[in-house]
């Protein structure tokens, strides 16, 4: 807080409390990070940017808790806005910044050529920015409570700026776009402030209007934030982003005057190295044909007096490390005498210089970032690299030795996208048959979350493999484990944060209709739980059947169990198999299932499950289990009792289709026998000729139907 009233901007602080006082590191690291999100919260308007956390580099248990503890923060953030596996935002909260993003001392100033401008990229504070002008995006009104540029130069101007604010409004509702000028003892350096009103998006011609006024005011540099990357107005990303500036810069180049420099200048160090690497893909996705090694030298030839066409723009950076391995040559002459000079030296070199040509169906298939690893090359071993995405082809120029080392990594990079392609339609067809969920209650709901393909793919074939457990990063960048014995997903981080798995048959649910026997309910409701008058036939029939195998018991209640998902679910699974099956197959059971107190609700809810349906039972395979025998399931270890001694039992519709016998182990029931080895059968049992047990490996397979509650 003292730090805040003193206007500083950063602050650093010891693991407090780890050496000779002897508090433990976990303790510390959490209380840490807890005091900062909440200080963040409460002063939203702080001039502290940066907190830093400093831990004795011999120290490794600390170090360890506060990777840990702030990777447990990444995940709560992600949970908080997103759900449990939502890919990493710029939210309330931490997010995880990758280790390349903040090595080094510091961000590098990037400087490229675009004809008559000259295009500098770094991480920094616009407001701060030693540039004639600054844009800052906002809408008609001028409200400068939105978006993080805007509040920032309302904080450091305050009421000197909205004095002008007022002045303007009218400009902007009329133009769209707005100037305010900063004084001689202005906190903000440049000496104007360009506001366009962004509300709409459309941020390539507002950025050339932006433009096109610094032109009309005759100021020679200008800065841009990342503009539309926030969460104020349209959302975009950075690669669009790049792009517009890409575009927008091309289409102004040729009619600058007084425009000399356009800074980009990006607030987040990550969001920094992210521009820069799609700025670079932007320069090169321009060239569509093959280079020879000569072009770069023509481009230092004089050109004379300087006329002519000027040269396309080329991914030349500015950068500090001189380059040992490049060399420019510039040949003087007149007339044909240099001619006859580039062509000798041409001759010359052309035993050392070799052309490769590649043709593969997959480039077309290319993801952005395959595509930066095939231009990455060009640096990494100093040669051209040139990719037509549409005809499937790549051309690497250089010297021989140089396009063989290339052409190594070229063929790694094209096999491992051919294996993610099959990957793709391996994940594709196994989501076909069968989907992975977790059940997320971020909300306060338990709400059934699919895996998404790469991950649902590598989670069956873990559990086909009868591995123990599997794990997978997802795509917030946390690594997750799934426990198939308990069928249990928790981050490596925090063993605690524990949910639950559920493997189901994909299968396209019919139009929904209810049993006849059900009460109404409402459109809203998905699960209603209705308790079954005791004096009715439908009570009858269901307790004296209990009764015959169990014996005469004291019955608590009977409920009926109304889940409209689970049962459309089981509903289009028993068409498959009365389709699919010989005529003639019972497919569908009514079978018995003991369970314990605390299972009862997520039961009604999500249905069957391995992790709280199967636990007691493992013999005929890891499935959950029902028995043709009430009096099987009534027992103390089935049907445990709570502490008022009632005990819980299940009356279950089954699909147990055909059937053959489990062993130990089972994840999935045995290919069919004759059968394609994708074709299993649809249950196990314990016997064949007289089964006293049914198990089924997925959840679809069984619905809830009645709950009987006992002593």
């Known amino acids: 807080m003292e730090s805040h009233k ?22 510390v690291a959490e209380e840490m990070c807890n005091s900062v999100l909440n200080f963040s919260k409460e002063n939203l ?46 939210v309330d909260g931490f997010v995880m910044v990758p280790e390349e993003a903040t090595s080094g001392a510091k961000q590098k100033e990037v400087v490229v050529d675009m004809g008559h401008v000259k295009l500098h990229m770094y991480q920094g504070d616009i407001t701060l920015a030693d540039v004639d002008a600054i844009v800052n995006g906002t809408d008609s ?33 009329k133009h769209g776009l707005a100037v305010t000028a900063n004084g001689e003892k202005s906190q903000i350096p440049s000496k104007f402030i360009i506001h366009i009103d962004v509300s709409g998006g459309n941020y390539k011609k507002k950025m050339v209007e932006a433009l096109n006024k610094v032109e009309e005011m005759k100021l020679k540099t200008v800065a841009f934030p990342a503009m539309g990357t926030g969460e104020s107005y349209q959302s975009q990303s950075v690669e669009d982003f790049a792009d517009q500036v890409f575009n927008a810069l091309n289409k102004l180049h040729s009619n600058v005057k007084h425009l000399s420099e356009v800074h980009i200048i990006i607030f987040d160090q990550q969001m920094t190295q992210k521009f820069i690497m799609a700025m670079q893909q932007c320069f090169q996705s321009q060239d569509s044909k093959p280079k020879g090694w000569f072009t770069k030298l023509a481009n230092y030839i004089p050109s004379g007096g300087g ?27 007149e007339g044909h005498d240099i001619d006859t000079g580039i062509n ?42 040139n990719i037509d995405k549409d005809k499937g082809m790549a051309f690497l ?19 491992e996208a051919e294996r993610g392609l099959q990957e793709g339609l391996q994940a594709k067809l196994i989501s076909d048959y069968v989907q992975w969920y977790f ?17 649902n793919l590598k989670i069956e074939k873990a559990y086909r493999n009868q591995d123990k457990e599997v794990k997978f990063t997802d795509d917030g960048g946390t690594e997750f484990v799934i426990n198939f014995k308990d069928m249990e997903e928790y981050p490596t981080v925090d063993k605690t944060d524990v949910t639950t798995v559920t493997r189901r048959d994909k299968i396209k649910d019919s139009t929904f209709e209810p049993p006849s026997g059900w009460s109404t309910m409402k459109d809203s409701d998905n699960l209603v739980v209705v308790p079954v008058d005791s004096g009715s036939t439908e009570y009858s029939s269901v307790i004296d059947r209990f009764h015959a195998k169990v014996g005469k018991r004291e019955i608590v209640k009977l409920e009926r169990i109304q889940n409209k998902m689970l049962y459309q679910q089981y509903v289009a699974k028993k068409k498959l198999l009365d389709s699919q099956n010989p005529k003639g197959t019972q497919n569908e059971r009514e079978l018995w299932h003991g369970t314990a107190p605390e299972a009862v609700n ?3 809810s999500l249905g069957f499950n391995r992790s709280y349906c199967g636990k007691n039972a493992t013999a005929y395979g890891e499935g959950v289990y029902f028995a043709v025998d009430a009096g099987y399931s009534a027992s103390d270890t089935y049907s445990r009792p709570d502490g008022q001694k009632h005990k819980r039992m299940y009356l279950c519709k089954v699909l147990t289709g055909e059937f053959t016998v489990g062993q130990s182990g089972m994840r999935v029931p045995p290919a069919k026998q004759g059968q394609q080895s994708h074709i299993l059968y649809d249950s196990v049992v314990n016997n064949i000729s007289s089964p006293a047990m049914f198990i089924i490996f997925n959840d679809t397979q069984g619905y809830p139907d009645y709950l009987i509650t006992f002593k």
Not at 64 to 78: C, S
């Open 602 to 604: 997520s039961i009604n």
């Open 439 to 455: 059940v997320d209650n971020s909300n306060g709901k338990n709400e059934l979350i699919e895996y998404t393909g790469n991950i």
């Open 307 to 333: 006329s002519g066409k000027p040269h396309g723009h080329h991914w030349n950076p500015v950068v500090e490390e001189k380059d040992a391995s490049k060399a420019t040559i510039i040949v003087y002459g």
């Open 141 to 173: 009104d001028m409200d400068l409570s939105k978006g993080g540029v805007s509040r920032a130069i309302k904080f450091k101007l305050g009421e000197e700026l909205q004095r002008q604010i007022e002045i303007q409004k009218k400009n902007m509702k």
């Open 45 to 90: 308007n702080t001039s502290l940017k940066k907190v830093l956390f400093v831990v004795y580099e011999k120290d490794t248990p600390a170090i360890k808790a506060f990777e840990t503890e702030i990777k447990k923060q990444v995940l709560k953030t992600r949970q908080k806005k997103g759900g449990r596996h939502a890919k990493s935002k710029e």
């Open 397 to 415: 120029h250089g010297t021989k030795d140089d396009i063989s080392a290339a052409s190594d990594v070229y063929h790694r990079i094209i096999r």
């Open 344 to 385: 000798r030296l041409e001759n010359s070199l052309e035993g050392d210089f070799d052309t490769k040509e590649f043709k593969d169906e997959i480039i077309k298939k290319l993801s952005k970032t395959q595509m930066k690893a095939l231009y990455d090359l060009k640096d990494r071993f100093q040669i051209d690299v």
């Open 6 to 27: 003193q206007n500083l901007s950063s602050i650093a602080f010891p693991a407090m409390g780890t050496g000779k006082l002897g508090y433990p590191r976990d303790m």
